[in-house]
């Protein structure tokens, strides 16, 4: 997967619906639905990394950003919990 696909024109800081769906598809394949949420955190962090813009992210816009995406985390395994 090419991370560098997250970029946006208008902010170096979003990310659409279409992207943070594939975030989590893609941590729902590499590491199932087991994660803890400091697990979690931290597989999201070494994937800003590699996303363009999100290598200077905001602590605020960060922890904003990790919120919203295990909580995405968290309704996918509601809904395929077998992953």
Do not use: C
């Amino acid at each position: 997967m090419d991370w560098m696909e997250f970029t946006d024109t208008q902010s170096p800081h979003a990310l659409d619906d279409e992207q943070i769906g594939v975030l989590i598809s893609s941590v729902m394949e590499d590491f199932g639905p087991g994660l803890t949420r400091t697990e979690f955190n931290d597989v999201m962090l070494w994937l800003f990394e590699s996303i363009a813009g999100f290598e200077t992210l905001p602590s605020k816009l960060t922890h904003w950003y990790l919120a919203l995406l295990w909580s995405k985390y968290r309704q996918a395994i509601k809904v395929n919990p077998l992953h």
